[in-house]
Every structure is written in C-alpha cells, then in structure tokens.
C-alpha cells in the first residue's frame, strides 16, 4: 500500500493563471510535495503517458492539448493519497464535480479539466516513475 500519487497542473491551469491556487490547494489538502517540476510534454510523451487511452476517440483531442503548452508534474504524499487527490480534484467532467473541488473551480472543459490525479496506487508508482527519477523525490520534509 503506497501513501503516494501522481498529479499534473494540465496546460489549461497554467494558461489561465492558476498554477498557484492549485499548488495552494495541494498544501491546504495536506499533501507533501515530494518532487514537482514544470515542463512542456513532447507529443510522444502524451501519448505514452496515457497510453492507457489510446483506443478511446479522445485520445488525439487529449494528447495534443497535454503537449500544447507547460504542465507542472506532482509527486505527492499523503495517507490514502490517491483516494484523497481524486477527492480533491473531483469528477473528470467538471459538470458533476463537487463544490469545493479544484475541477469544480478550475476546469474549463471535461477535456481541459485543469488537473490530472492516479486512478490507483499501481498506476500512481508507474506514473511517478514515468516523470520522476528515484533521486528527485525527496521525502524527508
Ligand atoms: N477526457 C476527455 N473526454 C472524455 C473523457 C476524458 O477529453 O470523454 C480527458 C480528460 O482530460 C480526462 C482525461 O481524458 O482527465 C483522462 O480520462 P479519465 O477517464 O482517465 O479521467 P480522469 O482520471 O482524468 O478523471
Ligand atoms: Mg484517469
């Protein structure tokens, strides 16, 4: 059982000034930060990244908006991480997110949807290790 989850600030947030209020967010939640970084994903690493999709008639539409502009990728630390993010984050759609959710707040679209959190402790370590290397985490905060 891991107390970690992955997170990304999706290029919607970034464009429309929010960085900030979702970083705020992420320490108002509690989480630690163990590693965080801003970056701009090649195509090829959308693609991989969410390769898990790559059949859905999303996944062109998806792809090229996480590569249209900086992200910032979170490593984050919490009892129950992945359950509590997805909490914090609320639903993919931000029409049925709840109050108080950053999708809820920040989401533009069900596309452009301002967050990405890990669906399970298993694909939380596979996507920190997609972006992350062991010595970027740092844990002894
Ligand atoms: N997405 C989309 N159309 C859909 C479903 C999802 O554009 O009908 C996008 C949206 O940005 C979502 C991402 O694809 O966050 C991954 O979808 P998933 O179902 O895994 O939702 P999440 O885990 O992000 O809530
Ligand atoms: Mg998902």
């Known amino acids: 059982m891991t107390n ?4 990304i600030i999706k290029p919607d947030a970034i464009k429309n ?3 900030g ?3 705020d967010r992420i320490l108002q939640a509690d989480f630690k ?3 965080a970084k801003l970056m ?3 195509l090829k690493q959308a693609e991989g990244f969410y390769g898990v999709h790559r059949e859905r008639p999303f996944f062109g539409e998806l792809t090229t908006f996480m590569s249209s502009g900086a992200c910032m990728v979170l490593a984050l630390e919490k009892e129950n991480a992945v359950a509590e993010w997805r909490e914090t ?3 993919t759609n931000p029409k049925d997110a ?11 679209s069900l596309g452009e949807n301002a967050v990405h959190g890990s669906d399970s402790d298993e694909n939380a370590e596979k996507e920190i290790a997609f972006f ?5 985490l740092i844990s002894n905060k």
């Open 17 to 19: 000034g929010n960085t």
């Open 40 to 42: 701009k994903m090649t």
């Open 132 to 136: 992350f290397s062991e010595s970027e």
């Open 33 to 35: 930060i163990l590693s």
């Open 4 to 7: 970690r989850t992955f997170a």
């Open 21 to 23: 209020k979702v970083y």
């Open 98 to 108: 709840e109050d108080g959710t950053i999708r809820k707040d920040f989401a533009t």
């Open 89 to 91: 984050i609320g639903a």
